[in-house]
Structure formats: C-alpha cells, structure tokens
C-alpha cells in the first residue's frame, strides 16, 4: 500500500494514497473483493483523539439507507465517546466483524483491519484525496497550536 507520510509537530502518520478522505477523520477505500462497497474507518489522527475503542455499536440495519451526515452509531474509547456518522452514500453493508472481539484493532490497525463499517454507494462530495487531507491536517493541527492544544 503506498502512503504519503505526514508528520507536524508531536504527530506523524502515514496515508494511504488511494483512499478518499472525509474532513471529518474518517477514510473510505473501496472493497476489493466487493465490488461498488466501500470500507470505512477513522485516520490515525481520529483515532488518537479518542484513544483505545472498548466499543463500536451501529443503529442502522443491514441494506438500511444512509446519506452521509447521517448518525448511525456510536463508538466509545477510554479517552472519548463519539457518534459515529456516515461519510457515505447508499446502503449500510455491515460493520465490522473483528470489532465484537477487538475494538482496539482500530487503532492498532487503522487503515487495514481496523475499519468500521462498510456501505455500496459513493463517497460523500466533499471527500478529499490524500493530499487534500495532508492539507486540512496541516491547517488543523496549527489552529489547535495557536488555540493552546
């Protein structure tokens, strides 16, 4: 998997290139073996926010509508509990099977096996590529510095 490597101040990762990102720290990349769905999870700087996942739980069923926006879960960490959002349009596939007995592979593991759910349809328009996301991360990270983050 080729990654740009972004690193400011006490933060570094590396993204994957061929994944579409939303401004919202969450990463689509499409299924391989599914062709039109799509795998969705949090970046590296998400998952730093919220620290260690005990738990993700999903309120959308199976082949249910989402729209990007829209609340279909939540997830809490030992740091944080967030809603979880769609960054997606089309049908909820299903969640993540490995999250039911380890949560933590979402941040151990955040770009491969760690996604969270997964959706046929499209990404949402205001999803960026890899270098928009550097670039918002960029801007993020030295808003957060001047604020006293």
Same mark, same amino acid.
Not at 9 to 31: E, G, K, N, Q, T
Not at 93 to 118: F, M, Q, R, T
């Given at each position: ?65 989402? #729209? !990007?926006?829209?609340?279909? +879960?939540?997830?809490?960490?030992? *740091? ?5 959002? =769609? /960054? ?19 941040? #151990? !593991?955040?770009?491969?096996? +760690?996604?969270?759910?997964?959706? *046929? ?5 205001? =999803? /960026? ?21």
């Amino acid at each position: 998997m080729e990654t740009l490597r972004f690193k400011h101040a006490r933060f570094s990762a590396r993204l994957p290139v061929d994944f579409r990102y939303s401004l919202s720290h969450y990463w689509m990349s499409p299924d391989e073996e599914n062709p039109g769905v799509w795998r969705v999870g949090f970046t590296k700087f998400a998952t730093r926010m919220l620290g260690e996942l005990v738990e993700a739980r999903f309120e959308v069923g199976e082949d249910g509508d989402v #729209s !990007s926006g829209m609340q279909i +879960g939540y997830v809490e960490g030992f *740091k944080a509990a967030s809603d979880l959002f =769609s /960054v997606m349009d089309g049908k909820f596939v299903g969640g993540n099977p490995i999250l039911e007995e380890d949560a933590c592979i979402v941040k #151990s !593991s955040p770009y491969v096996d +760690g996604w969270l759910y997964s959706v *046929k349809g499209k990404p949402e328009e205001t =999803s /960026v590529d890899v270098q928009g996301y550097h670039d918002h991360l960029t801007t993020l990270i030295n808003k957060m510095q001047e604020e006293g983050y």
